[in-house]
C-alpha cells in the first residue's frame, strides 16, 4: 500500500502544472509545510531588496520618496486587490492586521452608534477577539460581545451565525478560513445573512489570501483585512492590508488621525483634513522596505492564477487526508479539519495526545531524515499547511511516512512538554 501511494505521489508531481513554480523560490533541505504562518522567500524578494537597500536607500537616500516610494504602497495594493477580488482603491497596506481589524472596528461600532451586539466565533484568531474586548473595556462601553461556541472545534453552521444577528447587531467579525481546523465559511451566504439584518460583516482574511479564491467584490464583502506574511509569502511581519467597500469609505472614520490620512500631509497645517479615499485608513510612513519585500511574492501567484493554486491546493490537502486515514488513524491520529473540500482553507491539522512532542519530533531528526516543519496549536493539533506554488506531493508522502516512523518508534519520546517560545 505504501509503495502505491508513492507512485501516486510522483505521477501527481509529474502531472503538476505548477511544479515549475518552485523554482522561484528559495529551498533548502527541509520539508516545509507552514506556509500558512510564514510563507518562504522568493528568490526575486532577495534581488529587489538587496537593490533598494544598496541603491535607493543607500546611494539616492532620500530622493528614492520621490523616484520609488511614495507610490509603492498603491502598487502593492492593486496586486493584493487583484487576489482578493477587490478595486484598487478599495485596499489600504500598512500596518499590522491587528492595527488594521481595530481600525475597521473601531470605525464600523461608531458608525452604527446605535446598536450594541458584536458578534465573532471560538474559531476566531485570538488577536482579533482581544481587539474587541478592549473596545468594549476602552470605548464601546455599552457594547456587548458574542461568541458563538463550535461543537466540535472544527466548523460552525450558516444557520447558527444566522439565529445571533439580529437589529441590534452592529458587526459581525469572522475569520473567513480559521486559523486551527483550516474550515472556511461561504462569504456570500454569510454576507447575505447580515446584509438582511442590516449588519456590517468585517472578515479577516490572514489564511485564506493567497490560500483560496477570494472574491469581497462579488460576494458583497464591507470590510476585511489580511496579513502578507503567510500564503502571500511577504517576510516576517511584512505589512497588512484592509479592504472597505468603495461606497462605505466615506462613511468610516479612521480613529488613528495621523499625517498620512491628511489630505495633504506635506503641508504641515495643524489642523486635520482626512483624504476622501481608502488613504484615509492610512496612519504614519509606510515600512518601505517590508513593502517592498511583498510584491514580488504577489507577482508570482498572479502568475500562477489563484483558480490553478485553489485546484492545486485542494488534490495535495485530499491526497493528505487520505495518507492520514490510512497510514495514520491507525495509529491514534484523528483529522481535526473539514474532510469536504469544499469547506476547507489550505492547511490540514491532524490531532494526537503526543502532539506536540512528534511536531518536535519532525523539525528536529535524530536518523539523518529531512527536517519536516510543520506548526503546532494548542491543545494537540500538528497543523500542516499546504502552499501549492511550492510544496509537492512528493513531499506530503514523506511527512506522513515520517510522522508514522516517529510514531512507531516512539522517537518523540525524546522530547518533555516545555514549549519553544514560537510554536
Ligand atoms: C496570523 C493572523 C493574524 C496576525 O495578526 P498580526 O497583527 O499581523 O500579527 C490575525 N488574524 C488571523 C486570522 C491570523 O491568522
Redesign the pocket.
Same mark, same amino acid.
Given at each position: 500500500m505504501i509503495e502505491d501511494f508513492k507512485q501516486k505521489a510522483l505521477k501527481l508531481d509529474k502531472n503538476d502544472k505548477l511544479a515549475h513554480f518552485r523554482n522561484q523560490f528559495e529551498i533548502g533541505d527541509e520539508i516545509y509545510l507552514d506556509g500558512n504562518s510564514l510563507g518562504r522567500l522568493p528568490k526575486k524578494t532577495l534581488e529587489l531588496s538587496t537593490n533598494l537597500i544598496q541603491n535607493q536607500w543607500g546611494k539616492r537616500l532620500i530622493r528614492s520618496w520621490n523616484e520609488h516610494w511614495i507610490e509603492l504602497p498603491n502598487k502593492v495594493a492593486a496586486k493584493i486587490a487583484q487576489i482578493v477580488g477587490a478595486k484598487p482603491d478599495e485596499i489600504f497596506v500598512g500596518d499590522?492586521? +491587528?492595527?488594521n481589524f481595530y481600525k475597521l472596528a473601531f470605525a464600523a461600532l461608531s458608525f452604527q452608534n446605535n446598536k450594541t451586539k458584536i458578534i465573532t466565533d471560538s474559531l476566531?484568531?485570538p488577536?482579533?477577539i482581544y481587539v474587541l474586548q478592549g473596545l468594549i473595556e476602552q470605548q464601546f462601553k455599552n457594547h456587548s460581545l458574542s461568541i458563538i461556541k463550535s461543537d466540535d472545534e472544527i466548523s460552525i453552521s450558516d444557520k447558527d451565525i444566522e439565529q445571533t444577528l439580529d437589529e441590534n447587531t452592529a458587526l459581525l467579525t469572522l475569520?473567513h478560513v480559521v486559523?486551527k481546523s483550516a474550515y472556511k465559511y461561504n462569504m456570500q451566504k454569510i454576507n447575505d445573512l447580515a446584509h438582511k439584518k442590516g449588519v456590517l460583516v468585517l472578515w479577516?482574511l +490572514?489564511?485564506s489570501a493567497g490560500a483560496v479564491p477570494v472574491n469581497l467584490n462579488e460576494s458583497g464583502a464591507d470590510m476585511a483585512v489580511g496579513?502578507t506574511y503567510?500564503y502571500l509569502n511577504g517576510g516576517p511581519g511584512a505589512p497588512?492590508f484592509l479592504y472597505i467597500r468603495k461606497d462605505l469609505q466615506e462613511k468610516l472614520s479612521n480613529p488613528i488621525w495621523a499625517w498620512f490620512s491628511h489630505d495633504k500631509p506635506f503641508d504641515f497645517t495643524l489642523d486635520y483634513e482626512v483624504k476622501n479615499d481608502i488613504q484615509r485608513f492610512a496612519t504614519g510612513t509606510p515600512s518601505v522596505l517590508s513593502l517592498a519585500a511583498i510584491e514580488a511574492g504577489l507577482d508570482i501567484m498572479i502568475e500562477a492564477g489563484m483558480e490553478n493554486l485553489r485546484e492545486k491546493s485542494v488534490a495535495q490537502s485530499s491526497f493528505l487526508i487520505e495518507l492520514v486515514e490510512n497510514l495514520l488513524q491507525p495509529l491514534g491520529f484523528t483529522i481535526a479539519s473539514p474532510l469536504n473540500a469544499e469547506e476547507r482553507g489550505s492547511h490540514i491539522s491532524i490531532q494526537h495526545q503526543e502532539g506536540y512532542k512528534i511536531n518536535r519530533a519532525m523539525i528536529e531528526p535524530v536518523d539523518g531524515s529531512p527536517s519536516i516543519i510543520p506548526d503546532f496549536r494548542p491543545p494537540n493539533n500538528i497543523r500542516l499547511g499546504i502552499a501549492p506554488l511550492y510544496n509537492t506531493f512528493e513531499e506530503i508522502f514523506q511527512t506522513v511516512i515520517r510522522i508514522k516512523k516517529i510514531v512507531e518508534t516512539k522517537e518523540f519520546e525524546r522530547f518533555g512538554d516545555e514549549k519553544l517560545t514560537v510554536v
Open positions: 499590522s492586521t +491587528s492595527i476566531n484568531f488577536t482579533d475569520s486559523f479577516d +490572514s489564511h496579513c503567510k497588512a
